[in-house]
């Protein structure tokens, strides 16, 4: 009962604040400053150690987070089918020892398997690294960004400036 009132009051105030006329002057809209192109490449770049970090840790989440969502897919599917074939010849295979010849295909598989896991673990860490460096460099490009030469800017006050970016 006690909430229905203060329920009841509060809808009664804000409907009598709308209706009150207005008096002043009309708000004035200020836009937020824009950023330079290297503030906004700043922001939107992606760190290529984390990205193969990422994916080292978690299979396609540093390809998602360096810009292709489907890039590591191949070789988490193909890391998922060694590790369960690693881990099925090993189980079925725990009864075998050097001495019975026909244990020396498991052990061949277990070996492969083991060489696919470990693969694919440094192609993934080595594609994510490059794809976040390939992604920061369409990013420098997109946004005019060069390394070297002569650059042509606006100011914030809306005039023009010329330089010279150099790199070391």
Known sequence: MKHRHVTTLLVL????????PVHGQRPRIVRP???SPE??????????WFAATLELILPTVGHAYAGDEDG??????????AAVMFWATAMTGHHC?????????REIIVKTCAM????????????????AR????????????????LALSVTPNGQLGLGVRLRF
């Open 13 to 20: 105030g804000a409907l009598l604040n709308l209706a009150a």
């Open 33 to 35: 400053p824009q950023k």
């Open 39 to 48: 503030e906004r490449y700043e922001d939107m770049k992606k760190s290529p």
């Open 72 to 81: 590591g897919r191949p070789m988490a599917a193909l890391m998922g089918a």
């Open 97 to 105: 020892t050097r001495d019975k010849p026909r244990c020396w295909g």
């Open 116 to 131: 696919a896991i470990i693969g694919s673990r440094v192609w993934a860490f080595d594609s994510a690294l490059r794809l």
């Open 134 to 149: 390939r992604t920061n460099a369409y990013y420098r490009r997109s946004l005019g960004l060069n390394d070297a030469g």
